[in-house]
């Protein structure tokens, strides 16, 4: 794991980076695998296609251990996040220390897909159905298996670097 020591969306040097910070939007951790090797990641860049089946698609760091693991067993879990779940985020997005590791910080239930946050109230069951190499990259989209959608009366969102209510 990598504690970043810089604002990631700091003035320099990357401003596809700074873009992407004012585009912001509800933050979701994707997981998957099982036992020692589970793995997961704060993904803010994704969108839900809706159709006969409906797709999610995220962009994830292709050095990341989930990407490996997702691609590697085919399935995993997408969950929203709330606002109560906003040191969780920094701690799978690689920002914040995680003392005994990331799936000790909170209850996680396995599920067909791999481990589901037990606090999240929406999540989506998944399946990769493909993966591309897009800029540094890895375009993945998934076909929602299973589903379920709650209140979340407080989204966690993220906005130029920071999280907002």
């Known amino acids: 794991m990598t504690i970043h020591t810089g ?15 004012r585009v912001g939007g ?12 589970r793995a997961g990641l704060t993904v803010t860049s994704y969108l839900v296609g809706a159709g006969e089946e409906t797709r999610i698609i995220g962009l994830l760091d292709p050095d990341a251990d989930l990407t490996e693991t997702l691609l590697a067993t085919g399935v995993g879990v997408v969950q929203l996040l709330t ?23 909170a209850p996680f239930d396995q599920v067909t897909w791999g481990p589901r946050l037990a606090g999240a109230t929406t999540w989506a069951g998944v399946r990769v159905e493909s993966e591309l190499a897009v800029g540094w990259s ?9 589903l379920e959608v709650g209140d979340d009366d407080e989204p966690l969102q993220h906005r130029r670097g920071r999280y907002a209510r």
């Open 26 to 37: 509800t933050v979701s951790l994707w997981t998957a695998g099982a036992g020692r090797s």
């Open 83 to 105: 606002w109560e779940h906003r040191d969780l985020a920094e701690m799978f997005a690689g920002t914040a220390p995680a003392p005994g590791g990331m799936f000790s910080q």
């Open 7 to 21: 604002h990631p969306f700091a003035e320099e040097p990357d401003p596809a980076r700074r873009l992407r910070g």
């Open 138 to 146: 890895r375009l993945v989209t998934t076909v929602v298996e299973e």
